[in-house]
């Protein structure tokens, strides 16, 4: 049965730390509060599902933690580094190094192949061998024999593998996942969840899991609850 | 350096996809109806260049009743100018005791510089182009010549004092135009045997001419220097004196073609500006992703700009040689209709133009967008309705803003048109704006009350504010260029044809003596001819202005200075001639008859620095005259008929004596009707100018083509537009319809919605481009063309009617494809 804490396992370093993380927007009902004051630390290898129902601001926090937004208060450290005192373009760096994400509506590139997706973490990270490495990584999720397809001509399921091999290749630190498989039927997701935590069994990959699914929360190590922008 | 090796791998990708097509396309465009343009209009203006110097044999010719003096000659060689010289005079040319009085040409190697001569073995011969001109010791007489001394090559004529073998009939040369002829005969001879036959005596009258000719920039300089420099009696012509018909048809063929590409260009900017903004809005997702992958800002901005690069250099080249091979094919498929050959290209320069307004407009009107799209958040992956933040307007629209002033600048050299015509475009620009603003506003209160089909379309129009703002300013200046283009080539066609009616005066009729005036017309009218207005010709010239001797004075432009030492020829008219417009002072009525009133022409005024009210003082065979500029003319010299710088007002000149002029057309008939007409009026001199008409005729067919060309030019940029519009909308379109659908809309319903919302945006712009192509049209008639503007009822009809049926079955192009698909495909498609 995986915890429930906003503690690591105290044995293992911590990758990923939120201390205080605050996240305000201005909306014609004056300033709204989607994440208020989250502690959390995540250890390296760790795996964490945060489930709560829509709306509670699971994506945001994601999207705090992985760098994508700077929160109004708190900040992110990931692998020790401040990532709210990096710019835009610090940040993306941080991103094309150590991180991996894997999104509920795919958003593969429509006009690149199943292949170009899955290289193109590796080439924006200068990577040499880019071409062998996706192939290899594509036969890993089970479609080396769909590198030359277009994600238009390929299932939401089969979207999702490309998208599981592109978030992998790069061997990143920690992957950030947000319900990647609130799209899919039933059966397909259960088989993505499957993949995800394979994969992620094999790299040792610090895992962050947003989801609504029960099953796949439970495979994790760790849940969070999260509710009107906090933590429970 | 990575950046820049990625994004060329990724550009190939989305070659690949076909995201940049109308991009490309409309830049395509844009760069072959510049680079077309410029080639044919530089070829067009060689080829009546060309024409024109033929008249002359030269490009320029220096007439003077004395011997040129020989430093001109050597000036221009040393200017690198080809010379020759050629002197002419009356004489009789016998064989044996028949007789018959010639224009005896005496010309040297090198003649004629422009144009050939023609010469055949037998009189009315076809002939063939000569070998240089007639040995020493021999001439070549014409046809009629020969035909009427009884003569045959190889006769022997005497000429003054020395005798001749005639070697060759000549059968035609360039500048016959400017003698006698359909009255005198002609004949070439060398002018080494001149001296010889002891023609020229103290008194004789003979006419002496410098032709020059050489590279245009070199003529264009060495004209300077030879005005400059030109003696009191000696008089410069080059094409404008010649032809002012043909010079002033073929500028205003030029400015239109500049309109004309011009508007293209507008065109393919409101294209590329559609079509870049689309890119946009399909690829804020993807660089939101390449942002979370990693990728920089720099990194992004990087891809666009080297992505345009890449479009760019591909339109202008597929463009230019596009723009190249049109031309040519429009010159080659229209070699029937064209009399006379058009010159190829002298230069690739319209290429480079092409290319320079390629990279303007994609840094004008892409640049900016996809810059900015570059700036597009990385959480967008998780909140898709974060964009990009709000540029800065001056970014935004700044570029574009300064290119088009560019370009507008580079067709209208002008401080006073260009601001004109800069505010105009941004005031109708605007009032696009207000009016899609206000569409939007009423869209928003109309859609509660009616049809399903309506609101779907209407409540479109009302939330996509923007997009529904953009397409009603594309829309319209797309409707508004192609009316205005439309407009001012009626208006330029219609005075053309006006200007050139079959039974345009082809006769001129000089020293008509007043006695024998009202006999000649009714000579004349007795055969059938139809006279123009008989007027009184005398020559003058002008010796001061408001008391001050115009010798003393110097005038800003040079050619005052030449108007001031020659004497001009002087007629009094009551009634303002066709193709005359006041433009200051007033016509003189009756009560002003007999007062000392002269009208002058706008380049009088210009040359001399004249205003209303100066007083002139003219010698008119001996006798002085003090005048008052009453009113200035505009003068449409291309309307050949008898037209005067200088017009006095009945009643001063009644006491000097001089001769009539007229004008008739005289249908092609037998030789001898003229002939006769030469006995009964000896001293009458007559000008043919068939041959200077079929030249203009055969010029403005050159220019007809070359706007009709353009204009077609014109229109696929603005089917350009249409497709960028609709490209544009398509995307949208997908995914609404088959949620519509999915709801229970039927096909028919859609679409309905679709040619609603279409409908009111084109109704709405084409009302809006009618009212401001018929303004723009005025203005640009009025003060570019120099045409007389009528208002076209059609444009606006045009305008309203094609701008709702073109616009709506844009609209239906786009959704249709959309709509036949099952909403089940279109939604699953959507990732
Ligand atoms: N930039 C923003 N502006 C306005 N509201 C936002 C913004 N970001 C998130 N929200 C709101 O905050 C709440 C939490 O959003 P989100 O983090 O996507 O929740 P979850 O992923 O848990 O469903 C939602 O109500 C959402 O509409
Ligand atoms: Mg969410």
């Given at each position: 049965m995986p915890k429930t804490s906003a503690q690591a396992p105290a044995a293992r370093s911590s990758v990923l730390k939120a201390e205080h993380l605050t996240k305000q927007v201005e909306s014609p009902e004056g300033l709204l509060t989607i994440v208020h004051d989250v502690s959390l630390e995540i250890a390296s290898g760790e795996s964490i599902a945060v489930v709560g129902p829509s709306g509670a601001g699971k994506s945001t926090l994601l999207a705090l933690l992985a760098g994508l937004d700077l929160p109004s208060a708190g900040r992110v450290l990931l692998e020790g580094r401040d990532l709210t005192r990096l710019d835009e373009d610090g940040r993306a760096l941080v991103r094309a190094q150590r991180v991996g994400f894997v999104f509920q509506s795919f958003h593969l590139i429509p006009s690149l192949t199943a292949l170009e997706n899955v290289m193109l973490p590796l080439e924006l990270a200068g990577h040499a061998r880019a071409h062998e490495a996706a192939l290899e990584t594509l036969r890993q999720v089970g479609l080396k024999e769909r590198g030359r397809h277009y994600p238009r001509q390929l299932s939401g399921g089969e979207q999702q593998r490309v998208a599981l091999a592109r978030a992998f290749v790069t061997r990143p630190a920690v992957l950030f996942a947000d319900e990647p498989t609130g799209n899919l039927d039933a059966t397909t997701g259960a088989k993505i969840g499957q993949l995800l935590f394979e994969m992620n069994a094999c790299s040792h990959t610090t895992l962050v899991l947003v989801t609504h699914d029960r099953d796949l929360a439970a495979r994790c190590e760790r849940i969070v609850h999260m509710d009107a922008g906090q933590l429970r | 350096m990575r950046a820049a090796l990625l994004s060329m791998r990724m550009l190939s990708r989305e070659w690949r996809s076909g995201e940049l097509g109308v991009l490309l396309l409309a830049l395509t465009i844009a760069v072959a109806s510049l680079t077309g343009v410029a080639f044919l209009a530089s070829r067009i203006s060689a080829a009546v260049a060309m024409q024109a110097t033929h008249v002359l044999a030269a490009d320029i010719r220096l007439e003077s009743p004395q011997p040129i003096d020989a430093a001109d000659l050597v000036a221009a060689r040393r200017a690198g100018l080809r010379t020759a010289r050629a002197a002419s005079l009356l004489s009789v040319v016998f064989e044996g005791d028949r007789g018959q009085l010639a224009d005896i040409d005496a010309v040297t190697a090198g003649y004629p510089l422009r144009g050939e001569v023609t010469v055949a073995d037998r009189p009315f011969a076809k002939g063939r182009p000569a070998p240089g001109i007639p040995p020493p010791g021999e001439v070549w007489p014409d046809s009629r010549l020969l035909a009427t001394i009884g003569a045959h090559v190889g006769s022997r004529l005497s000429i003054g004092a020395a005798?001749?073998?005639?070697?060759?009939?000549?059968?035609?040369?360039?500048?016959?135009?400017?003698?006698?002829?359909?009255?005198?005969?002609?004949?070439?001879?060398?002018?080494?045997?001149?001296?010889?036959?002891?023609?020229?005596?103290?008194?004789?009258?003979?006419?002496?001419?410098?032709?020059?000719?050489?590279?245009?920039?070199?003529?264009?300089?060495?004209?300077?220097?030879?005005?400059?420099?030109?003696?009191?009696?000696?008089?410069?012509?080059?094409?404008?004196?010649?032809?002012?018909?043909?010079?002033?048809?073929?500028?205003?063929?030029?400015?239109?073609?500049?309109?004309?590409?011009?508007?293209?260009?507008?065109?393919?900017?409101?294209?590329?500006?559609?079509?870049?903004?689309?890119?946009?809005?399909?690829?804020?997702?993807?660089?939101?992703?390449?942002?979370?992958?990693?990728?920089?800002?720099?990194?992004?901005?990087?891809?666009?700009?080297?992505?345009?690069?890449?479009?760019?250099?591909?339109?202008?080249?597929?463009?230019?040689?596009?723009?190249?091979?049109?031309?040519?094919?429009?010159?080659?498929?229209?070699?029937?209709?064209?009399?006379?050959?058009?010159?190829?290209?002298?230069?690739?320069?319209?290429?480079?133009?092409?290319?320079?307004?390629?990279?303007?407009?994609?840094?004008?009107?892409?640049?900016?967008?996809?810059?900015?799209?570059?700036?597009?958040?990385?959480?967008?992956?998780?909140?898709?309705?974060?964009?990009?933040?709000?540029?800065?307007?001056?970014?935004?629209?700044?570029?574009?803003?300064?290119?088009?002033?560019?370009?507008?600048?580079?067709?209208?050299?002008?401080?006073?048109?260009?601001?004109?015509?800069?505010?105009?475009?941004?005031?109708?620009?605007?009032?696009?704006?207000?009016?899609?603003?206000?569409?939007?506003?009423?869209?928003?209160?109309?859609?509660?009350?009616?049809?399903?089909?309506?609101?779907?379309?209407?409540?479109?129009?009302?939330?996509?504010?923007?997009?529904?703002?953009?397409?009603?300013?594309?829309?319209?200046?797309?409707?508004?260029?192609?009316?205005?283009?439309?407009?001012?080539?009626?208006?330029?066609?219609?005075?053309?044809?006006?200007?050139?009616?079959?039974?345009?005066?082809?006769?001129?009729?000089?020293?008509?003596?007043?006695?024998?005036?009202?006999?000649?017309?009714?000579?004349?009218?007795?055969?059938?001819?139809?006279?123009?207005?008989?007027?009184?010709?005398?020559?003058?010239?002008?010796?001061?202005?408001?008391?001050?001797?115009?010798?003393?004075?110097?005038?800003?432009?040079?050619?005052?200075?030449?108007?001031?030492?020659?004497?001009?020829?002087?007629?009094?008219?009551?009634?303002?001639?066709?193709?005359?417009?006041?433009?200051?002072?007033?016509?003189?009525?009756?009560?002003?008859?007999?007062?000392?009133?002269?009208?002058?022409?706008?380049?009088?005024?210009?040359?001399?620095?004249?205003?209303?009210?100066?007083?002139?003082?003219?010698?008119?065979?001996?006798?002085?005259?003090?005048?008052?500029?009453?009113?200035?003319?505009?003068?449409?010299?291309?309307?050949?008929?008898?037209?005067?710088?200088?017009?006095?007002?009945?009643?001063?000149?009644?006491?000097?004596?001089?001769?009539?002029?007229?004008?008739?057309?005289?249908?092609?008939?037998?030789?001898?009707?003229?002939?006769?007409?030469?006995?009964?009026?000896?001293?009458?001199?007559?000008?043919?100018?068939?041959?200077?008409?079929?030249?203009?005729?055969?010029?403005?067919?050159?220019?007809?083509?070359?706007?009709?060309?353009?204009?077609?030019?014109?229109?696929?940029?603005?089917?350009?537009?249409?497709?960028?519009?609709?490209?544009?909308?398509?995307?949208?379109?997908?995914?609404?319809?088959?949620?519509?659908?999915?709801?229970g809309a039927s096909r028919r319903t859609v679409l309905k919605g679709v040619l609603a919302e279409f409908a009111a945006i084109g109704v709405l712009a084409g009302l809006i481009a009618a009212a401001g192509a018929s303004v723009a049209a005025y203005f640009l008639t009025t003060r570019v063309l120099d045409l007389p503007y009528a208002f076209s009822p059609w444009a606006c009809v045009t305008g309203l009617v094609g701008g709702g049926l073109v616009v709506a079955a844009s609209g239906w192009l786009a959704t249709r494809a959309v709509v036949r698909q099952p909403p089940l495909a279109t939604l699953r498609a959507d990732i």
């Open positions: - | 005798e001749f073998r005639v070697g060759r009939v000549l059968i035609s040369r360039p500048d016959a135009g400017g003698t006698f002829r359909g009255l005198v005969p002609n004949l070439l001879m060398n002018a080494v045997d001149l001296p010889r036959t002891a023609l020229i005596q103290p008194g004789s009258r003979v006419t002496y001419a410098a032709l020059f000719a050489g590279a245009p920039g070199r003529v264009a300089a060495f004209k300077h220097w030879l005005a400059a420099h030109a003696r009191p009696a000696e008089r410069l012509r080059d094409i404008s004196s010649t032809t002012p018909q043909i010079k002033s048809a073929v500028d205003r063929a030029g400015r239109f073609l500049s309109l004309a590409s011009l508007a293209a260009v507008l065109l393919c900017a409101t294209a590329v500006a559609m079509s870049a903004r689309r890119y946009v809005e399909r690829h804020l997702d993807t660089v939101a992703l390449l942002k979370t992958l990693g990728a920089t800002r720099r990194f992004t901005a990087w891809l666009a700009t080297l992505q345009l690069l890449a479009v760019a250099l591909l339109a202008t080249v597929v463009g230019s040689a596009l723009g190249y091979l049109t031309q040519a094919w429009l010159v080659y498929a229209l070699r029937g209709v064209l009399a006379s050959r058009v010159p190829p290209p002298a230069s690739l320069a319209p290429a480079g133009m092409g290319c320079l307004a390629a990279v303007a407009l994609l840094t004008g009107f892409a640049l900016p967008p996809l810059l900015q799209l570059s700036r597009v958040p990385a959480i967008r992956v998780l909140r898709r309705d974060i964009g990009p933040p709000r540029p800065l307007m001056l970014l935004a629209f700044g570029p574009a803003a300064a290119v088009v002033a560019l370009l507008i600048y580079w067709v209208v050299p002008d401080w006073r048109l260009f601001l004109g015509f800069a505010a105009g475009l941004a005031a109708f620009i605007a009032l696009l704006t207000l009016t899609g603003a206000l569409l939007v506003m009423a869209a928003g209160r109309l859609r509660a009350h009616t049809g399903v089909a309506w609101r779907y379309g209407i409540a479109r129009l009302s939330r996509r504010k923007a997009d529904s703002i953009v397409q009603i300013i594309a829309f319209g200046t797309g409707i508004m260029a192609l009316l205005l283009l439309g407009i001012l080539r009626n208006d330029l066609n219609g005075d053309w044809r006006r200007s050139l009616p079959a039974d345009l005066p082809n006769y001129f009729f000089v020293n008509i003596p007043p006695q024998k005036r009202d006999a000649f017309v009714a000579y004349l009218h007795a055969r059938g001819a139809k006279t123009s207005r008989m007027m009184l010709l005398m020559r003058g010239r002008l010796t001061g202005i408001d008391g001050r001797p115009v010798a003393q004075m110097r005038f800003a432009d040079h050619r005052g200075e030449q108007f001031a030492n020659r004497e001009q020829n002087l007629t009094w008219s009551a009634t303002i001639g066709a193709g005359n417009r006041v433009v200051a002072g007033r016509w003189w009525s009756p009560a002003d008859y007999g007062q000392p009133l002269v009208s002058i022409s706008t380049e009088f005024e210009k040359w001399l620095g004249l205003r209303i009210g100066d007083r002139l003082t003219f010698d008119i065979a001996g006798e002085t005259l003090t005048v008052r500029v009453a009113s200035i003319r505009k003068v449409k010299w291309d309307s050949f008929r008898p037209n005067f710088f200088i017009v006095f007002a009945p009643g001063p000149l009644d006491k000097v004596a001089g001769t009539y002029l007229t004008s008739a057309y005289l249908a092609p008939g037998p030789a001898e009707s003229l002939a006769e007409l030469a006995r009964r009026f000896p001293s009458v001199s007559i000008f043919d100018i068939d041959d200077l008409l079929a030249d203009v005729r055969s010029m403005l067919d050159k220019a007809v083509l070359a706007v009709q060309s353009v204009f077609v030019f014109t229109l696929i940029a603005g089917l350009t537009v249409l497709l960028a519009a609709v490209q544009s909308s398509r995307d949208e379109r997908r995914y609404e319809s088959a949620i519509l659908r999915t709801l």
